[in-house]
């Protein structure tokens, strides 16, 4: 049993995550090659993969641009790799090699491989670590060159990366002569451990130790000596304060989440990534306290972080703005990593509801439903007089723009829904340091509910479901090996009535505690509940079924009362969706505004499919709510203030899945509703 | 019978008012002159009277400051007459003389004053009538030089300003050869007026009017040769739209109020001011039109205006951010100048309420209570971990400040404290086209409740009160002159329960209609209510005494459910005055936030003296609320979202006067809470 499972053995063919891969495959990912190959009319040129061929010697030409242009091209490829093994296409992996020989023909002589650097700035390698992204495109590549060996069984990027890591590791590090100093946007962290661990070359592990453990200490060569010389800071100084890179202390001392929301998930990760790899308990506690933080203090109900534009990052505790929420796809997705890697320490489901719920509605919403435009932005009211157009709300979109000059958002979705089967599941191996779930037994976890066939180590595992859209999950097994090993199932924290059914016998979760309980009059078959993971422990044979089902109430929310934005408001959700509302369910059409509108907690909410249309497919939630108003609505007469409480009118009021939100027009959207 | 009152007849003695004003006499007036004069340490070069001594050729150097720092001492020299008429101070006056003498030595040959152009530009003079104030300069200068002379009797300043006047004239207007444009920054138009009030300059009120029919026509040289060859715009190119400057169209067809809050309301003041002194019904009708969108659609409760801080003006219908509010003091004192001068049109009480509602809630916030601070911004909520530090909340300070470079609301507030008497009051000469309340008769109106003494044309009225305390006022006549004229008394909007009390005979004010209603046997003095006034009419005597009371009960005030930000909020109100809830009163010592707070809306609401510390003399508000809390509050557990509805505590709550919020340190404030 490996800890590392291997895509191609995870099929995914549940209506919901299989629709959603396909878009990536047949839409996103060729869509974003004509990008960086500039075939795209009218959207702003890529250049990506000119840059590459033109280091290569291959065109002429000059480099076009961000400094961090080369790390599309590595998202893509990585994007790439996790498309090959879940859906082969020879057509597309003969591309991607052609790619990877012009990286090969790009790279220097000692290792060095960054198109801007080479191309443009020759003479300023390694003299702006915090602001130049030259180890983060170094990062990217490397997580791209270890997915592309892991799908392909091809090594020739892992070899040009390893080349670009002791190249790095030449310039930089703790020895007397280098350059002390650390990366502003981290990720290479996460490149490198990667590395290591289809390398096994302790130099890779030893340079991320040091990024990791070298950060916030100070003063900083990579800040001493950022851009010697030039006359301003490379992005103009706007953001040159130590929080916004996660500087301002050691690791292992931040205790609250600040700056810039994904440097602070990709540093996070990688710590985890390396607390995994070495057992750091130091570092795995620093993570905790991080995760923590932003999930108690600063994330949205939809999984989004980073409240504040200006800095793509974090406020303060309990400052959570709604319509002018920055809440960056990427983000959320950042904090999917990082909860990915906490719970591969700790079976805890308290990791894997925050990875479900940034996925479900945070991440999500960054792409149309039909994969062809993006959100970098997903904040949970807008309103369209004043998004994209007043100060405050410019970034605030209230319709996802075509795709970005700075293509960040897209492709970080194309790997993470590529990749979706890592997520879902997970081997723990007998004896593996797990915290209180350490089991003399192999273990495979269900992470996520995802319809499909998972080939396993002791077993293929026949996953049958319609979530989200209801909660009956059947796990049935086939070619078991014979030897006993325990199945671990999340019970999401949401669920309540929980029915465990093995080989038809049926024990309410209720029942089951942390010592073993038997099914049926056998007792092959034993469960147990540990941290709200369901332990199916047995030497399972072919054809044993299991089946967790639980009814999909819809849930009404309630925000902590220290959340100013929320106050007297309520929020919809139902299984792993939050819901909100839009304007073209509920009145706009005749002038109604969702201010104006009120949720009572008490209800009666219908989930209803919805069968055509944009959102076909999807259920909605029907409920009957109220509608505020003025007397003299709309005449002279109206006042703006009055002492006479509003007059209200009953409404029957509609709520669709956050995710799918403006997917029909621009129109009004709030997650939050004031409660009757 | 003149329109104009003669401040010097209009005493203001009760303890609200007069305190107030002798803040501005004793504090403020000194302050600044220290200021203007660089003699307060640890604070920002004025330079202000530098400037006009340097330009006096009485100094060397250069000109220092902002562009439009003439308009500093103008407006601080308008304060200063108003001051004089109210508290006459020879000392005060001889000093005022000499700065006056400084002015006219500093006048160029033709008539040009403006210090920034004479001693930094001289070529640049009527090149950028957009964004260099200098018609805004001038047109302050001659708001004070009127100021001075009905005060003092002395009209140097008066003809400084009109050949001031003359050489503007000469330099632009509709002529062949001129320039045809008009300021940026509206306030000439005022000025121009002003002057024509007392010189009776025909040329005065023609620039006026070309000023006020000019603005919006495009392309008007103003833009087209502004800062021609200047590589930049003037500032920067930040503010180059036409709705900043009230410029997207001609007056007549503006329906709604955009760009920059104080241009907007002292353009409006100027159209008001010329529609008073002509007739013209058109321009009369713009102003009521933009009255009413402003007050309708886009105040805050407070008479506050100007959401945006970008452009320090307006938004859109119903988007009124309490948190983020920009609601200058200034703009403020704008709408009490234009509400004052369509209630000088047209008695009705929907502008007087306005203007009231501006004064003591908007207006007065700007001012702390000891004078010595000045807010610039009003929101109506400020939490201190945002407030100034984060993007979007930089203007929004929980303390008032010292003092800016940009004197601009301060000594705003000083002129129109000073000059309440001419607020308080107003005379209409009998055949005076006064919409429907045109009357054969002479009529006295009393707009605001101001205890004091008041010399008027038929008698001196003598006004007892403790308002906004309470709600009796008595008017006593004295030293009639036997003629029959009306005495018209504003009754609040808010007002209920009013009752009317003639010589001893009380009327329910239900029960006076649009017909004369006779007090007591003798039918010598008769009653009738039109537009929200009372109107008494009769031959009045020495003696005769009239008391207008009602029950002064705190209200609860909701906003119309278009505006999102206050959706399930209420507002506390009593009187005239605007209630908010601060920390440093509702268990901020304890860590209780002000939005875990719930009002109820049938509270019993004790109003309550306070009778020690800063707020000395103020009337508190004092409730029974709840407080709502999350269970396992402030450990480890305490979650962010939950389908738990809040637990809440019952807790007592304690209200303030909304002008006198941030003077007990930094704190959390809020006017709207959320409805329990």
Known sequence: MERELDLKNIQITDEFWSARQRLITEVVIPYQEDIMNDRIPDIEKSHALANFRIAAGLEEGTFYGMVFQDSDVAKWLEGVAYSLAIHPDAALEARADEIIDVMEKAQEEDGYLDTYFILKAPDEKFTDLMECHEMYCAGHLMEAAVAYYESTGKDKLVRICQRMADCIDSHIGPEEGKIHGYPGHEEIELGLLRMYEVTGNEKDL??????????????ASSRKSSRQGAARPFWGGAHIDLPYYQAHDVVTKQDTAKGHAVRCMYLYSGVAEYALLTGDEELKKACDVLFDDVVRKQMYITGGIGQVADWEG????????????YAETCASIGLVFLAHRLLKMRADRKYADILERALYNGVLSGMQLDGKRFFYVNPLEVNPDLSGKLPGYRHVLPQRPQWYACACCPPNVTRLVTSLGKYAWD?????TAHGANESALDTVYSHLFVGGEAKLSHAVIRTETCYPWNGRVSYTIDNADGSEWRLAIRIPGYASEVTVTVN???VALADITENATAFGES???????????????AAFTTGDTIEVSFPMEPRVSYSNPKVRANAGCIALERGPLVYCFEGVDNGADKGQLLQELRVPADAAITPQPITEGALDGLYALDLAGERCYFENENTEDELLYSQARP???????????????????????RVWMPEK
Chains 1, 2 share one sequence.
């Open 206 to 219: 030893a340079l991320a130790a040091y990024f990791i453990r070298e950060r916030g200490k100070m003063p």
């Open 523 to 537: 007792d092959r078959i034993t469960a147990a509940l540990a941290s709200g993971y369901l332990y199916l422990t």
């Open 647 to 669: 007059l209200h009118e009953e409404v029957n009021l509609r709520a669709i899945p956050y995710f799918a939100w403006g997917n029909r027009g621009i129109n009004q959207m």
């Open 427 to 431: 081997e723990i191996p007998a004896g």
């Open 504 to 506: 038809g016998t049926a």
């Open 314 to 325: 974090f406020s303060h505790d309990y400052d959570l703005p709604n319509d002018t929420a």
